[in-house]
Each structure stands twice: as C-alpha cells, then as structure tokens.
C-alpha cells in the first residue's frame, strides 16, 4: 500500500479548516441579526415610580406632560444597548419643564423645553436632559446633557423610532418601536448592513453619569 505523500497532509486540513471558518460566519451572521433585533425595540420598567405622567413621541415629534421618579429601573436606556438597570429614573413633561428657569435655576431656553428625563433628582450629581424643544426631538444633544454618546447614524434612526410611556402614580412604563432598525434587521439577512453595526458589541444599560470613565 502507498504511504501517504507529505504533500497530501496539508489538503487533509481543508475541509475542517473550510468547515470552522463555515461555522464562525454563521455564528456571526446570526449574532448580528439578533443584535439588530435587539435595537428594533425599546423597554423601561421603573417600580415604585412616584409622580403621574405620560410621554409620546413619533418620529421626530415628542410631547410630555407631568413627571415622575424612581430609585431605580430596568430595561434599556437607548436602542442600542443590552438591557439592564437604567440610568433614567425621571422624566418631566409639561408645564414642569418651562418652570425649570424659575424653580430650578436652569437656562432660560429651558422655557422651549417641553420634555426632559435624566437620573433620580435626589443624586448629588442629577441630572436633567432636555429630550424635546417645542415638540421636536432633541437627538442632537443641543441642551449637551446626553449621557450616552451616539453616533451621526443612531441619531439619525432615533427619528424613526415611536414610543410611548406612562407613570400612573406607583411605576413607569416606557415602550418603543424602531422603524428604521427593522429595516436594518429585515434587510441583514440579504448582507445588506444600513447602519454599519454588524459585529459591534452593544454596550450594557450601566447606570454611568456624564464624565464617568
């Protein structure tokens, strides 16, 4: 019998090299699309919530009336995150919002703002960031209150997104559908990649403030 060519060995590997690298694509491929399933969607639960209050936003279109806090939530914070505890623990519609010049010592363009939302007003390093000016969504950040950095193609799909909430005195409820994140979910599966973010680890909800790390 023939003793095997040493010039045959290296071909004994190709087909398990062709294999794994099969399988990792295919481990990816699946991971981004459950990522993008995961910004298609936006969830906030806020127990023992004190306060009433209601908040809709379509598009780029948002109004809020009333306000409310809470010591803590869960869920997710923006889009694109991987839920957990959450940073936004009040929000405040109208009138409170115009009162911030008077009550609050804020910035008169403040009396413009007609919803905001940020940390527990308790924190010695609260917070207050304006989400709407006169009905239009802040995405931009004009108030530089932000507490997660996003990028020109995130901010540009948060005017796609729809949400609403409710605070009914003991807890706040906030849901939220992304259409242009569906697109990008749907149109994944064809290798066709909207946003750019196949691949990239979506961060945890942390509670981190403005200026931490």
């Known amino acids: 019998m023939r003793s095997p060519d040493r010039r045959d060995r290296p071909r004994r590997w190709l087909a398990p090299a062709a294999l794994l690298l099969f399988a990792t694509s295919g481990c990816n491929y699946l991971r981004a699309r459950v990522d993008d399933l995961g ?3 936006l ?3 806020n127990q023992h ?3 009433i209050a209601a908040v809709a936003k379509v598009g780029p279109a948002e109004v809020a009336v009333g306000g409310w806090y809470s010591d803590y939530g869960w869920g997710k914070d923006t889009w694109w995150q991987r839920p957990g505890y959450v940073l936004t623990n009040h929000g405040v519609g109208m009138p409170f919002t115009t009162l911030g010049p008077l009550g609050y010592g804020q910035s008169w363009a403040r009396f413009l703002c007609t919803s905001s939302a940020g940390n527990h007003p308790g924190d010695p390093r609260s917070f207050d960031d304006a989400r709407a000016w006169l009905g239009l969504s802040d995405v931009f950040d004009l108030d530089d209150q932000a507490p997660f950095r996003l990028s020109t193609a995130q901010k540009v799909s948060d005017l796609f997104g729809v949400e609403v909430g409710v605070a009914p ?3 706040n409820v ?3 559908v992304n259409v242009a994140e569906i697109a990008d979910f749907l149109l994944g599966f ?3 990649d909207v946003f750019f973010d196949d691949g990239r680890v979506r961060p945890p909800t942390i509670p981190v403030l403005p200026g931490d790390g």
């Open 49 to 51: 919530a004190i306060g």
């Open 39 to 41: 910004d298609c969607f």
């Open 43 to 45: 969830y906030r639960l």
């Open 169 to 171: 005195i003991l807890w």
């Open 190 to 192: 064809v290798f066709v």
């Open 174 to 176: 906030h849901l939220g």
